[in-house]
């Protein structure tokens, strides 16, 4: 806490400081310290060449004086009595000759090394002295006391050393240098010394110190001037920061106007998906009844008038449905949630299939549909077979829709090595070139006209063109007004290996008596008599159970083969029934029982939600009865051999 109180008393103080003189000083006590930095390199770089040239010259002295001395006639001095004898004195003749020839050089001397005890033997001062030099004479054979590092050195590598820095006394400062000498056999018999007085180089060095404190004096000044302008900018900067400031706070506050309304539209957005789902839902429910009845029905004997009632109902119903599907697509392109697979499919048969689902309609306006599927394209790719069967479903529609006679056809032909190019061609109405570039746009046709003649919601293509970009293919058209027109898409589809599809297990409905139990768990009469009406055509046992809770009761009871079940219902929602289906803990008799998700919830989260709560499957209704048939095959296994799993996630189509 002191701590803390002595750093708020110091931003306190500072904060009283003019803040521009504070930053001008500061500028100039950084840059005065760069710089001192900087000339403290210089000149101790300086200062250490010189200091390596003296040292490098007084090594080369010890090597040549140590070249002189005679290493045999050094070896018979070992005694202080031997001072003056005539071996002493022609020993040190060659080093008082050299003395004598040098400038500088105060003392030359030999030492050798006895065990670790080193002993000074010759010395210059015997018979010579510079001037300066009053110091006594070393006698022969002196024991040295304090051990030179580079003398230590000498005597024990046998190599050159010299000190790293001047010795500094009261009457001078002077470098030593030794170099080993040998005698005749080699061997090595001791080093040779040299003291030379560093006077040039103290020279030198007050030189360099005076030139350095004159760059020094001119750092300073250029300092203060560097702060002088540091504090004119900053005073500047000041003012532009409090305008700065003044243009943020209106910039803050208009970001947060735009944040509220990013708000209110993500809220707008979150109510209209709600709404929309809801709309789904609540539309889906009765869409159920009355296409499952209207297809009831039709499996009834009706005379030609009211076959053609029922038809009217039915293509009315899947119209809507239609219509409602747009939407739905819509919206969750519009929200980014629009996603797609990559899975090896067999295109052929998705296209094969498209065509048998149009040619009823082709059929009924007398028009000729043909798929021509190039013999160079792969049979299996990779892709995302849902979004090609609803991309292309959505042109061959359109085709027949506007075509009065003629024919439609299917093309399927290579783009390139990874590229499939699919087109539908008519001989229909054709669309004037000014109408092209609106057609892929939202609730647009090529004319007003046509949306009264021939309906729809002007959805369909600005779907197909979003969807085919998520594939990362493209989209066009080319037309030719009153004779028709070709819609094309090209996406990328890499050749695949598919394996051999299980066989179908799917049985004709007559023959498919006594197949299985099913547990109907729906809160709706009217979807409860069209599912137990469908389901008993199918040959399947079918109870029903109001809501999730008479589900469990029932399921604690007796086994089934299989629940199709609903997801929003009144006591307990088909979600949490699930997972106390699969609650180990529950005393529900079979935990691995199929449970299908059949409800009027379509979204792609709502199928995610059912298979996290551990259902198997999903159908969205209004229930297609081939879907519904082939859904119940796959999961309709003897009870021993099933394991509780969900589908991949491929996101099925209900029609």
Partial sequence: MTRRRRIHTVKRLLGHFDRPLLNGLLAGLVILGISSLGLFYLWRSARDAQLDAVRTELTQLARVAAAEIDGDLHRRIRSPAQAGSPDHLAALAPLVKFHKATTDVIYVYTAIRVGSQIYFVLGTDYLYRVAGDDLPADPVMKPYSTPDPALQRALERHEPAVNSEPVHEAQRSYLSAYAPFYDGQGQFVGVLGIDMWVKDFDARIAVIRRAGLGAFAAVALLSVLAGFVVTRLSRTAQRARRRDRAVQARLADAKAQAEIQARRAESASKAKTEFLAMMSHEIRTPMNGVLGFVNLLLDTRLDAEQREFAETIQRSGDALLAVINDVLDYSKIEAGRMSIEQVDFDLHAVCADVEAIMQPAAIERVLALTLDFAADVPRCVRGDPARVRQVLLNLASNAVKFTEHGSVRIGVARGDAAHVRI?????????????????????????????????????????????????????????????????????????????????????????????????????????????????????????????????????????????????????????????????????????????????????????????????????????????????????????????????????????
């Fill in 423 to 655: 087109s539908v061609s008519d001989t229909g109405i054709g669309i004037r070139p000014e109408q092209l570039e609106k057609l892929f746009r939202r609730f647009s046709q090529a004319d007003s006209s046509t949306t009264r003649r021939y309906g729809g919601t002007g959805l369909g293509l600005a779907i197909s063109k979003h969807l085919v970009e998520l594939m990362g293919g493209e989209i066009g058209v080319t037309s030719d007004p009153g004779h028709g027109s070709t819609f094309w898409f090209a996406i990328p589809a890499p050749a695949a290996t598919l394996s051999a599809p299980a066989p179908s297990s799917t049985a004709a409905p007559a023959q498919g008596a006594g197949r299985g139990r099913l547990l109907l768990v729906e809160d709706n009469a009217v979807n409860q008599r069209v599912a137990t009406h469908v389901l008993g055509k199918m040959g399947y046992a079918v109870e029903v159970a109001q809501h999730g809770r008479e589900a469990i009761e029932r399921l604690c009871r007796e086994r089934y083969d299989l629940v199709l079940m609903d997801c929003q219902m009144p006591e307990m929602d088909g979600f949490e029934a699930t997972r106390m289906i699969r609650d180990p803990a529950s005393a529900v008799l079979d935990h691995a029982v199929p449970v299908v998700a059949m409800t009027a919830n379509a979204f792609e989260e709502d199928r995610e939600r059912c298979l996290a709560a551990g259902m198997n499957d999903f159908l969205a209704k209004p229930v297609d009865r081939r879907m519904l048939a082939d859904m119940l095959s796959q999961w309709l296994q003897p009870a021993g051999s099933r394991a509780v799993q969900a589908v991949p996630p491929a996101e099925r189509q209900s029609g």
